[in-house]
């Protein structure tokens, strides 16, 4: 396994900058996707105080999700600290450092109908700042219906409650209004996904909406893996009403750096691959 990165290039920087969102192909070899697989099956048949089944009794398929893996399987910690992820997060966001913020993981087994709801990332957490993604593995092949899907342009949009996944409800005292109702008129929107197969991943910028449908395929599962990057600017916030994550207390006061025990730092510009902003 090795931490080595194909540099990310000015055309996928400036696609990230203008969608939100980027699509990098083939960035992980077989021996990380392997890693992983048997962190996932370690995850499913021992679930962390986390966990969660969004799939009802009696209805096919399962969607399920934990939190927090690195913190108590080594599988994950492994591809936190070692992994070339750390390293495409600090060249997208052109940032001299990267946190590690915390990783989430979905599976969507054969036929499951459980949808992803419409939502940005950053509402659900206690971080302030603009250098801030996300990091979508799948370990499985992916097709573009059954993928996640991104409103092109969305990162400029102003923050909007959260909702939970298991019954869709909204987040408590937060303040902020609902997202629009994105099903009810698909016409104002442009919406990017891609087919996928291992190895590739997706990265997008916190504040993009972006969803995703049930696992259409009767074949293959949809495993994936979510990493939460946080760069220069990111700031631990403390929001109003219901927050997410962390889901422990940091010990970090408001407009603090993340560096913390919680929220490492992984890399610095110096470990290799050096920022975008160096070689655009």
């Not at 006061?253 to 490492?264: I, R, V, Y």
């Amino acid at each position: 396994m090795t931490r080595e990165v194909a540099r990310v290039t000015g055309e996928q920087f400036a696609r990230y900058e203008e969608q939100g969102v980027v699509c990098l192909r083939g960035v992980f070899d077989d021996e990380w996707l392997e890693e992983l697989r048997a962190g996932i099956e370690e995850a499913l048949r021992n679930p962390g105080p986390l966990a969660e089944n969004y799939t009802p009794g009696g209805r096919p398929g399962r969607f399920f999700s934990d939190l927090d893996l690195w913190q108590r399987l080594p599988h994950f910690r492994n591809f936190v600290f070692r992994s070339p992820a750390a390293a495409i997060a600090g060249q997208i966001m052109r940032s001299q450092k990267i946190n590690f913020f915390y990783d989430q993981l979905f599976v969507k087994e054969p036929g499951t109908a459980e949808r992803t709801p419409w939502h940005q990332d950053q509402p659900y957490w206690a971080v302030s700042g603009r250098q801030v993604c996300s990091l979508w593995l799948p370990l499985d092949p992916v097709a573009a219906e059954s993928s996640v899907q991104y409103i092109k342009g969305s990162h400029h949009w102003p923050a909007h409650n959260p909702q939970h996944f298991s019954d869709h409800s909204p987040y408590r005292d937060t303040g902020l209004p609902a997202l629009p109702d994105i099903d009810a008129h698909p016409e104002r929107y442009e919406f990017l996904a891609w087919d996928m197969q291992p190895g590739d991943c997706i990265v997008f910028q916190a504040m993009t909406v972006h969803g995703a449908g049930g696992n259409r395929s009767l074949v293959h599962r949809r495993r994936a893996l979510a990493t939460r990057w946080c760069g220069d600017d990111a700031r631990f916030l403390r929001r109003a009403g219901e927050v997410a994550i962390p889901t422990s207390d940091p010990g970090l006061t408001d407009g603090a750096e993340l560096d913390c025990e919680q929220f490492p730092v992984v890399w610095h510009a110096s470990d290799g691959a050096e920022p975008a902003a160096r070689w655009l």
